[in-house]
């Protein structure tokens, strides 16, 4: 099984629809993230949690947010989805050195 | 703020052949990662470096870092199919709460 699991790996929904993309993991760490890819940009940060009690915005955080339910599990909400969210979202955890562990990834397509 | 840019941003080699991805940071590189990621599809990471000068290699990848010049190389001996895909460079950010990665490049191997 996969240490990092995300959930649904692809999802078409519709402009205005709220959406959630959901996260777990297995490997004990304290910090998640998650970010998007776009073609052409990279990765960037949306939001980013060091342990239950802490939320922190990353670069993109508009249209987004988070809930970190549980150590293992950190869920992104687009409250209101839009064209332009459309991309690959990305779960991430990250060991004490620093060394992040990536999902799947999730294929978000907004009509 | 932080960018890496890597260069080149995609490159065709003949299997068998030698190839060398750069990655420049814009400020001082505290701790460099390298990704590989299949089309679509996760992160899977490769290689950490944290001093300058370090050099670690695993199985036929080989990654370099020079701290003064701001830089890291990967470096693939003997290329073959299986090493296609994007290669990322990632980066602590400088409040060292996440990583900002450069943009990828493509790799294809023809046989």
């Known amino acids: 099984d996969a240490d990092v699991t995300q959930t649904p790996r692809n999802r078409i929904t519709k402009t205005g629809k709220r959406i959630m993309l959901e996260c777990s993991q297995t490997?004990?760490?304290?910090?998640m993230y998650w970010y998007r890819q776009d073609p052409g940009l990279g990765l960037q940060l949306i939001y980013y949690s060091f342990d239950v009690k802490d939320i922190n915005k990353g670069e993109i955080s508009d249209g987004y947010s988070v809930s970190r339910q549980a150590q293992a599990k950190f869920s992104l909400s687009l409250e209101s989805a839009i064209p332009n969210q459309t991309a690959l979202y990305f779960c991430?955890?990250?060991?004490?050195?620093?060394?992040?562990?990536f999902g799947a990834g999730t294929r978000l397509s907004v009509l | 703020s932080q960018e890496l840019e890597q260069s080149p941003q995609s490159l065709i080699v003949q299997e068998g052949k030698n190839l060398t991805i750069n990655c420049t940071s814009s400020?001082?590189?505290?701790?460099l990662y390298w990704y590989k990621q299949k089309y679509g599809e996760g992160l899977i990471f490769l290689m950490m470096?944290?001093?300058?000068?370090e050099e670690k290699s695993h199985e036929k990848i080989t990654a370099k870092l020079d701290e003064k010049k701001q830089q890291s190389s990967l470096h693939i001996t003997a290329s073959q199919p299986s090493h296609a895909g994007i290669y990322l460079c990632?980066?602590?950010?400088?409040?060292?709460?996440?990583?900002?990665f450069g943009k990828g490049t493509t790799l294809s191997v023809s046989s």
């Open positions: 470096l944290q001093k300058g000068g």
């Open positions: 490997k004990g760490h304290d910090r």
């Open positions: 991430a955890t990250s060991d004490s050195w620093g060394i992040q562990y």
């Open positions: 990632g980066a602590d950010n400088q409040a060292g709460t996440a990583l900002i």
């Open positions: 400020k001082t590189l505290y701790g």
